[in-house]
């Protein structure tokens, strides 16, 4: 059975939601490529990619992670991110 698209985008707060949701039901520790992914797959969504952005900031300005490759935005999830995601 296929999966409807959203059709309202996504608020900050359903933003915030899907990625931790998603980033904490990923396998542990998150591979490598994984987050980019769940990025994706947010914006497939319907979560606006200004506020998954916006997300990936505050949780780096949070400490919960740290950015590994800038150009694909992928991450590692840091001591304190692993208490908050986990």
Same mark, same amino acid.
């Given at each position: 059975? +296929? ?6 985008? +996504?608020?900050? !707060? !359903?933003?915030? $939601? ?13 591979? +490598?490529? @994984? /987050?980019?992914?769940?990025? @994706? =797959? +947010? ?7 200004? /506020?998954?952005? $916006?997300?990936?900031?505050?949780? &780096? ?5 740290? &950015?590994?490759?800038?150009?694909? =935005?992928?991450? !590692?999830?840091?001591?304190?991110? @692993? &208490? /908050? /995601?986990?």
């Amino acid at each position: 059975m +296929a999966r409807k698209k959203r059709v309202i985008p +996504a608020t900050r !707060e !359903e933003t915030r $939601d899907w990625l931790y949701k998603s980033v904490r039901s990923a396998p542990r520790p998150l591979p +490598a490529g @994984r /987050f980019p992914l769940l990025m @994706r =797959q +947010a914006e497939a969504e319907g979560c606006p990619h200004d /506020f998954v952005m $916006d997300v990936l900031d505050e949780w &780096l300005n949070y400490g919960y992670c740290r &950015l590994i490759d800038p150009i694909t =935005q992928d991450i !590692e999830i840091t001591p304190e991110g @692993r &208490l /908050f /995601f986990y």
